[in-house]
């Protein structure tokens, strides 16, 4: 969207400013948490309750109505996220939670649906803000992102404790990351980006719709990512 209007200009480089902040402040947090053996589920939430606060505080500030949108898209999306988790975990039989410990949620950790939701509106945003800048090719470019982006977290994520993925039940693998969750990935940021685009003129309404089939569309990018990496392994 191109906007001539100040107001309006000045909130979209908020916006972008405070989503690429608590992208800086997590990717500096799970480096400098690999250093404490300590860690578990407790930093997973600590962290999320960070980014969470930085957001809602700026749409409150700023009177945001656009990223408010966003960030119910986003906890929709960590909620109905949810049996794709369970998926995992119990069919895949590849990602493994227990190392985090802490309380659960189904199968999931019980700060899940708030990381889903940070990550929805991270890659939500920035990938909206491409795609309407590059068009398909900004679209290719989140993909890319996400694909790029995931096995940097993933191995954070088994040294700092949050959650790991089991060699053995997997037929392929790039350092500790499966080669069907960095595909799944690919295909999410794509699906989320062309979701968020609905919430431009959107109402409550479409960002609960567009949640829903955020969340639908994870299971369905690893359910498919993981079928294809099994066919192309076997």
């Not at 908020?14 to 992208?23: A, E, M, P, S």
């Not at 749409?59 to 986003?74: H, I, K, M, S």
């Not at 990550?119 to 491409?130: A, D, E, P, S």
């Not at 350092?175 to 968020?196: K, Q, R």
Request: proline share 3%; aromatic share 14%; with cysteine.
């Amino acid at each position: 969207m191109i906007t001539t209007n100040a107001h309006e200009i000045s909130l979209e480089r908020g916006r972008l400013w405070i989503v690429l902040v608590t992208i800086v402040i997590n990717i500096v947090a799970v480096s400098l948490l690999t250093f404490a053996p300590w860690s578990d589920w407790r930093t997973g939430a600590a962290l999320n309750i960070v980014d969470n606060c930085l957001l809602v505080g700026f749409v409150l500030v700023r009177r945001d109505a656009l990223l408010a949108r966003f960030l119910l898209f986003g906890l929709l999306v960590g909620f109905v996220e949810l049996p794709a988790d369970a998926w995992l975990v119990d069919y895949t039989r590849t990602l493994d939670y227990s190392i985090g410990g802490g309380p659960m949620i189904w199968r999931s950790p019980l700060w899940m649906p708030l990381a889903w939701e940070v990550v929805t509106v991270q890659f939500g945003y920035i990938g909206l803000r491409l795609w309407e800048r590059f068009g398909k090719v900004g679209l290719l470019m989140i993909g890319l992102l996400g694909a790029i982006n995931i096995p940097f977290y993933e191995e954070m994520a088994r040294r700092i404790h949050w959650w790991q993925y089991s060699a053995e039940s997997v037929r392929g693998m790039i350092s500790f990351t499966p080669w069907y969750i960095i595909l799944g990935e690919f295909g999410i940021a794509i699906a989320l980006a062309l979701l968020a685009g609905t919430l431009r003129r959107g109402s409550w309404r479409q960002a609960v719709m567009a949640g829903i089939g955020g969340g639908l569309s994870i299971f369905l990018c690893y359910a498919l990512a993981f079928w294809i990496t099994d066919r192309l392994g076997g």
